[in-house]
Structure formats: C-alpha cells, structure tokens
C-alpha cells in the first residue's frame, strides 16, 4: 500500500507535495520521492523527514508549479533509494508514480530491455516511463502514448505521470489502486486517499477501475481506456483527516479485520494457476529445485504468526507428506534443534523484525538449513536473511494486534501447500479444488464481515464475563489459541486457548455458569468430537457461543448462541473462522472503551528478546 500525491498549479510544487507526503505517512512507507516536473528529483530511505533533510538549502532548486511524489511500502525490490519513486524512462523525460503491482513487468522489461531501454531499478513500476517513451516515439502524443502504455500492463495501478515537455499537466489512472482528484480554485491534486488534500479543498473525485483523467490547473478532463469520454462532477468530503486514514472506521483494528477478502485476494493475485492445479510463488524459483529435496520443515514465529504456522503444519503434512515442527521462535533458538541440508525453516512474520524468529534463521542458517520466509515488510531484516520467500502484499498493518496478516498468513501457506504438493504426490485435480476454494474465499469472507453488527451484539452480551475458554480442534486448534491471544490484547480479559480434546485433561474444571466458551465447530470432520465437548459444557452450565458452518441447525439447539461461516475446504476453515473471533475481541475491547489500536503493554514489532 503505496501512498501517491501530486500536485498542478500555480504555487510552487515542491512544499506541496512534502507536506502532502508527511500526512499520508501512516499509510506505511520505506522510502519517499519527489519530482517537479521539468525541474528536479529527490529521493530518499526512510521518513519524509530523510527526505526533508536531503532537501534542506536546496530547495531552489525544485522550481516549479506542478510535481509528483510518492511514498513507497516495497512490493518489488528491496528498500532502497534507486527503488523509490519516481520512476523515469531514458531520456528523462516520463516520471511515473505508482501504487500496485504491475504483474507482466518481467516480460516487459526483457523485451524493453531487447529494444536497447537502460533500467535503473529493479521495480515493476520502472517498465512503465521506458514504455511511454517507446509509446510517444511513434505517437508523438502525452495522452495517446499513456492510453498504450496502459494498455500493455497487466496488474494493479494508481499511477501518476508527467512529462518534462508539458509542465502544466500530469495524467492519472486507476486500475484495482486507489486514485483520488482534488479539485481546488485553479490547482488540481492526486492522492492514494483523501486526507493530504483536505487541507486544499474538499472537492474530489473519486477515479474508477479503467478512467484516466488529464489534469491541468483549471480543469480536469476524464475518459476511459478506449478514450470514451466520462461526465463526472466533484463531491464535497464531509468526513476529518482522522476518518479518512481509518477509511471511515473507528479504529485501525477494524480496518485491517474489514480488509480481509482483500487481502486474500491480494496474497493470491498472479499466482493461482486453477486449470492445472498449480501455484506460481516467484519468490521461491531460486529455490524450486532445492524444495524437491526437502524431508522436513520446522516452521518458526511469535505469537499470531506462530498460531498460522501451525496451521501450515497441518496443511503441510496432509496435503504434501512432509514430517513438519512448528515452534516459536524464543525456544529454538536456545535449544538443540536437530536440523540437516534437507530441513527447511519456513519463518513467519509480519513486520519481518521480530528479533526471536530472526535468530531462529540465523541458527538454522549456521545449521546448513535452507530458510525461506512469509513475510509481509518487503526488503525488512527477515526478508533479507532468508534465502527465499512469498511475500504477504497484505499491506501495511497499524492496529498493534495482528489480524489481516494472519489472513495473508494462512492463505501464503495453503498456496505453499499446493506449491511443495504439487512438487510431490498431489494431483493436478486436488491443486485444482484448493486453488478454486481460495478463489471463492472473498466472497464467502464477505459474507462473514456482513454480520459485524450482529457479532457486536454478542459481543455486548458476553462483556459481563471476565473470563473465557477458546476451543477448537484439527485445523482450527490454532484457531482457538490465536482467538483467546485477540481477546487478551485488546481487552485484557483472561482467555484460554484449548484444543478441545485436551479439555478434559484439565481445563474443564474451570466451567461453569460464569466462563463462558468460545467453540469453533465448523461442519468438518472433527465436528461430531466438538459436539460431545459443548456438551460436556452444557453440562456443568457452562455457556457456550459457537462458530458454526451455515444450515447447521444441530448446533442451535446445543449452544446458547452461533455465529455462522460459508462452507469451504477444512484445511481452508481457519481463515474464515478466525474472522468472528477477531470481530468478537474487537467489540470486547471498544465495549470497555480501551485504545484497541494500541493495547497497553504492547509493541507491533518486537524488535527485542
Ligand atoms: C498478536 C501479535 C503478535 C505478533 C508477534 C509476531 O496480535 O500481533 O503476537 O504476531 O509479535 O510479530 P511478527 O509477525 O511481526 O513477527
């Protein structure tokens, strides 16, 4: 998630676009940029405040009435300062800003490069001012030549381009990336969202998949992909800065929680192959052939990231036979773990910071083990101390309790599942059927996020208790300690995970009518064993809510209240199961009126022992 701003008019560009930049910051960035157009460009790692400190003395130096800038939060490429944008073709004369991800760029840039095209980065962004430059040699046109551009790439896009000949214009267009116009008093500016141009104007457009609109300081003209012209009047914002950045929400948690067919859907783009069954993880052919190989894998994370491993784990060895360990990292690291070349660790982790997943790597690493990572952070520690990987593209997550990147967790391992199965015994036909399942996941997880306010009612219900047992079993054991952890940190109320088969080993004794049970059931194959537990319950008066799959009736009749999911394939249950349990601990928490974007006690990277 990229933050893009630009600006034409008559004032001086360059304090335009810095400040516009500092105000979408809390979008997540790594790097930023600035280019006023036919003047200068600067760029830098980090803060805009590097990007401040790189301009200070120099400002006269960036004269001009119209630019465009840029936040970047990597998807391609490491964090560096020839990948910030902008981006520019050749002869200097395109300057591209972009948020997404251009998926055909590795075709494209091979066969620009055969046309004598020199790249400077190695950003997907970068293919698009070289194909503006091949575009307007024949074209001799700033719009035409963007119109074919546009339509070369394949992907996602905001994009924003200038053109050093033509100083009062910049052109932009959305496809799948958000891309909003402001419309001022003789300037015109473009954002990733709406909250750096309010301190402008409150007038806006909001782009649509496929427009492109040309914007000089007076006017703004908008047309889609065939040059069809678009009559669209502004709309006045009514919403404050604040809203705006939680896109409308109370807070980041429930943000981020909203965000989930999204994020499913962008952890799979370009990578799910149905007809054949197969999953395309670019970031693993490096290793592909050293995967074959592999006879073990010990899957290492913290907390949130350690729960989605052990969903992995149980994926990993139904579906591919390989013997599989999950463990936290803060363990393996001080103890002996017995690991050869054939062992792989597979790291877990969000912001890729966390300080006991990254000495794991590095013990396994000293071990002669191969180490690949799902990570999240782009060109963060653990994805640079790993040999491979598959990033998340979850975006950036703010709200301190993680709850979209487990999301994008569980999905990266069920296309990992595919990946090493498809390697081995599986056939093309089950690949098949879960690549289809994770398709249809958005749709379904949209229908769960639906019933938000009837979970906050629940969640009212049950705030009298203050205490609460997690339960769960098969693939969503995990489930049932990764719900208890949200209710803990954001509410701080007590909460125990259990594997339901384990609770009458012990925690049964703790029932009664004051602890009530939260039970993931789903209409699996472990469904009649959860049954005999809610009963077990029932029977020591213990109040149970239950997440259920949809037309299970049985269950209505055994718990006092049921939330319910869309069917999918077991081993894929956890990733809409977990929904109601994030949207429960939620409620919770803002019944209490506690910060549930920052729980006390809490840091979102633990970048310490
Ligand atoms: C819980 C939570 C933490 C993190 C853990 C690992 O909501 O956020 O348990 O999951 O600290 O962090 P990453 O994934 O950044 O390694």
């Given at each position: 998630?990229?933050g893009?701003f630009?600006?034409?008019?008559?004032?001086?560009?360059?304090?335009?676009?810095?400040?516009?930049?500092?105000?979408?910051?809390?979008?997540?960035?790594?790097?930023?940029?600035?280019?006023?157009?036919?003047?200068?460009?600067?760029?830098?790692?980090?803060?805009?405040e590097?990007?401040?400190?790189?301009?200070?003395?120099?400002?006269?130096?960036?004269?001009?009435?119209?630019g465009?800038?840029?936040?970047?939060?990597?998807?391609?490429?490491?964090?560096?300062?020839?990948?910030?944008?902008?981006?520019?073709?050749?002869?200097?004369?395109?300057?591209?800003?972009?948020?997404g991800?251009?998926?055909?760029?590795?075709?494209?840039?091979?066969?620009?490069?055969?046309?004598?095209?020199?790249?400077?980065?190695?950003?997907?962004?970068?293919?698009?001012?070289?194909?503006?430059e091949?575009?307007?040699?024949?074209?001799?046109?700033?719009?035409?030549?963007?119109?074919?551009?546009?339509?070369?790439?394949?992907?996602?896009?905001?994009?924003?381009?200038?053109?050093?000949?033509?100083?009062?214009?910049?052109i932009?267009?959305?496809?799948?990336?958000?891309?909003?116009?402001g419309?001022?008093?003789?300037?015109?500016?473009?954002?990733?969202?709406?909250?750096?141009?309010?301190?402008?104007?409150?007038?806006?457009?909001?782009?649509?998949?496929?427009?492109?609109?040309?914007?000089?300081?007076?006017?703004?003209?908008?047309?889609?992909?065939?040059?069809?012209p678009?009559?669209?009047?502004?709309?006045?914002?009514?919403?404050?800065?604040?809203?705006?950045?939680?896109?409308?929400?109370?807070?980041?948690?429930?943000?981020?929680?909203?965000?989930?067919?999204?994020?499913?859907?962008?952890?799979?783009?370009?990578?799910?192959?149905?007809?054949?069954?197969?999953?395309?993880?670019?970031?693993?052919?490096?290793?592909?052939?050293?995967?074959?190989?592999?006879?073990?894998?010990?899957?290492?994370?913290?907390?949130?990231?350690?729960?989605?491993?052990?969903?992995?784990?149980?994926?990993?060895?139904?579906?591919?036979?390989?013997?599989?360990?999950?463990?936290?990292?803060?363990?393996f690291?001080?103890?002996?773990?017995?690991?050869?070349?054939?062992?792989?660790?597979?790291?877990?982790?969000?912001?890729?910071?966390?300080?006991?997943?990254?000495?794991?790597?590095?013990?396994?690493?000293?071990?002669g083990?191969?180490?690949?990572?799902?990570?999240?952070?782009?060109?963060?520690?653990?994805?640079?101390?790993?040999?491979?990987?598959?990033?998340?593209?979850?975006?950036?997550?703010?709200?301190?309790?993680?709850?979209?990147?487990?999301?994008?967790?569980?999905?990266?391992?069920?296309?990992?599942?595919?990946?090493?199965?498809?390697?081995?015994?599986?056939?093309?036909?089950?690949?098949?059927?879960?690549?289809?399942e994770?398709?249809?996941?958005?749709?379904?997880?949209?229908?769960?996020?639906?019933?938000?306010?009837?979970?906050?009612?629940?969640?009212?219900?049950?705030?009298?208790?203050?205490?609460?047992?997690?339960?769960?079993?098969?693939?969503?054991?995990?489930?049932?300690?990764?719900?208890?952890?949200?209710?803990?940190?954001?509410?701080?109320?007590?909460?125990?995970?259990?594997?339901?088969?384990?609770?009458?080993?012990?925690?049964?004794?703790m029932?009664?009518?004051?602890?009530?049970?939260?039970?993931?059931?789903?209409?699996?194959?472990?469904?009649?064993?959860?049954?005999?537990?809610?009963?077990e319950?029932?029977?020591?008066?213990?109040?149970?809510?239950?997440?259920?799959?949809?037309?299970?009736?049985?269950?209505?009749e055994?718990?006092?209240?049921?939330?319910?999911?869309?069917?999918?394939?077991?081993m894929?249950?956890?990733?809409?199961?977990?929904?109601?349990?994030?949207?429960?601990?939620?409620?919770?928490?803002?019944?209490?009126?506690?910060?549930?974007?920052?729980?006390?006690?809490?840091?979102?990277?633990?970048?310490?022992?």
């Amino acid at each position: 998630m990229c933050g893009i701003f630009s600006y034409v008019g008559k004032k001086e560009a360059l304090p335009i676009l810095v400040d516009g930049l500092s105000s979408l910051e809390y979008r997540g960035y790594d790097s930023s940029g600035v280019y006023v157009v036919g003047s200068n460009c600067v760029k830098s790692v980090g803060a805009v405040e590097n990007l401040r400190k790189k301009l200070d003395g120099k400002e006269n130096t960036f004269s001009g009435t119209s630019g465009i800038a840029h936040l970047r939060w990597a998807t391609h490429g490491e964090p560096t300062e020839k990948n910030a944008h902008p981006h520019s073709d050749c002869s200097g004369k395109f300057w591209v800003v972009h948020n997404g991800i251009i998926e055909n760029y590795k075709e494209l840039k091979e066969h620009l490069i055969s046309l004598g095209h020199i790249f400077k980065s190695d950003t997907d962004t970068e293919v698009v001012p070289h194909l503006l430059e091949e575009h307007f040699k024949r074209e001799n046109d700033f719009e035409k030549a963007v119109k074919q551009t546009l339509k070369d790439i394949k992907g996602t896009y905001g994009l924003v381009i200038a053109f050093k000949d033509e100083k009062n214009k910049i052109i932009t267009c959305r496809m799948g990336a958000p891309v909003v116009v402001g419309v001022g008093v003789g300037e015109m500016f473009v954002a990733s969202d709406p909250s750096p141009i309010l301190r402008h104007t409150r007038q806006v457009i909001y782009l649509r998949d496929g427009e492109i609109a040309t914007l000089t300081p007076e006017n703004y003209n908008i047309c889609s992909l065939d040059s069809t012209p678009i009559a669209r009047d502004p709309e006045m914002i009514e919403w404050e800065v604040d809203q705006i950045k939680k896109d409308g929400y109370d807070h980041f948690m429930m943000k981020e929680i909203m965000e989930a067919s999204d994020v499913i859907k962008n952890t799979t783009r370009g990578r799910l192959i149905p007809e054949n069954g197969l999953v395309k993880l670019g970031g693993l052919e490096i290793v592909a052939d050293k995967l074959k190989d592999i006879n073990r894998i010990i899957i290492v994370g913290c907390g949130t990231a350690y729960y989605s491993g052990v969903v992995g784990e149980y994926m990993i060895e139904e579906y591919t036979g390989i013997p599989v360990e999950v463990e936290v990292g803060s363990e393996f690291r001080y103890r002996k773990p017995l690991i050869d070349k054939n062992t792989m660790l597979l790291a877990i982790s969000q912001s890729g910071e966390t300080a006991d997943t990254l000495e794991a790597i590095r013990e396994a690493k000293r071990k002669g083990a191969l180490a690949i990572g799902i990570v999240n952070t782009v060109g963060s520690t653990i994805a640079r101390e790993t040999d491979a990987g598959i990033y998340n593209h979850a975006g950036p997550e703010i709200g301190v309790a993680s709850t979209k990147a487990f999301i994008s967790q569980i999905t990266a391992l069920a296309m990992l599942t595919v990946f090493l199965g498809r390697q081995r015994e599986m056939s093309m036909v089950t690949g098949k059927r879960i690549c289809e399942e994770i398709i249809s996941l958005p749709e379904k997880m949209e229908k769960i996020l639906s019933q938000k306010e009837e979970i906050k009612k629940l969640a009212e219900k049950y705030s009298i208790y203050r205490d609460f047992l997690y339960l769960g079993r098969k693939y969503n054991y995990a489930i049932a300690y990764e719900g208890a952890l949200k209710l803990k940190e954001v509410s701080y109320i007590h909460a125990e995970g259990c594997g339901a088969g384990e609770m009458k080993h012990g925690p049964l004794a703790m029932i009664d009518e004051n602890f009530p049970t939260l039970a993931i059931a789903p209409s699996d194959s472990v469904y009649e064993k959860m049954i005999s537990n809610i009963q077990e319950i029932k029977a020591r008066k213990g109040k149970v809510l239950a997440i259920a799959t949809d037309g299970d009736e049985r269950i209505k009749e055994l718990a006092d209240d049921v939330i319910y999911i869309p069917k999918t394939l077991e081993m894929l249950t956890p990733i809409l199961s977990v929904i109601p349990l994030q949207l429960f601990a939620y409620y919770m928490a803002v019944s209490k009126g506690l910060n549930v974007d920052r729980p006390r006690n809490l840091a979102k990277s633990v970048t310490v022992e």
